[in-house]
């Protein structure tokens, strides 16, 4: 094959998105950590390809410690796809050519972007990532995503995120809301210091 291939229409500009709101879910004890007070929350992420495609690199890993080469080929296969399939523009918005995705890799592909984002999400309040929840303990199911230290957590342990993603028309934040839920549901969760 030979010729230019064209770039027109790639994801190249930051994108801003609205945050709709930020739910506290109810767990036993509470608070979980004497003293811990969640950082207030952020009412807009703005990212651009690299950051999101470096976040979900980092999440699609199994802990912190995966060799570069692993979390390097994610990051850049994980790249091409963002830029082909988010519109470019200050919007956040699927290009025509997600559409050209088979039902299967359009689920997998949402749920990597919304991994990203809640990587992004998690950051921006100051929290740094650590490893994938299921390390905590093999015995938890279901358990949630990620855990993440640093920031409000410092000196009290570790914060659990849970990650949902969907570009189907009928989503919404009331449906995400009760899938995350659903994994937090009659737990009783703690944090330990690490």
Request: proline share 5%; glycine share 8%; charged share 15%.
């Amino acid at each position: 094959m030979s010729g230019l291939v064209a770039t027109v229409g790639l994801w190249s500009d930051d994108k801003s998105i609205s945050l709709m709101k930020y739910t506290s879910l109810g767990h036993i004890p509470n608070p979980i950590a004497r003293h811990f007070e969640a950082p207030h929350p952020v009412q807009s992420l703005t990212f651009g390809p690299l950051a999101l495609a470096g976040a979900v690199a980092r999440t699609a890993t199994v802990r912190d410690d995966a060799p570069p080469v692993v979390s390097d080929a994610l990051k850049r296969s994980t790249l091409s796809m963002l830029e082909a399939t988010i519109e470019n523009g200050l919007t956040f918005a699927l290009s025509p050519n997600f559409q050209h995705l088979a039902d299967a890799e359009r689920t997998f592909f949402a749920a990597r972007v919304g991994s990203g984002i809640t990587d992004l999400y998690m950051n921006v309040l100051g929290y740094t990532w650590r490893a994938n929840a299921a390390c905590l303990s093999s015995v938890l199911d279901p358990h949630a995503d990620f855990l993440y230290e640093g920031g409000n957590a410092s000196g009290h342990g570790v914060v659990l995120a849970e990650a949902h993603g969907s570009f189907a028309m009928n989503a919404s934040a009331a449906s995400v809301h009760l899938k995350a839920k659903s994994k937090y549901r009659h737990r009783h969760v703690w944090m330990a210091p690490i």
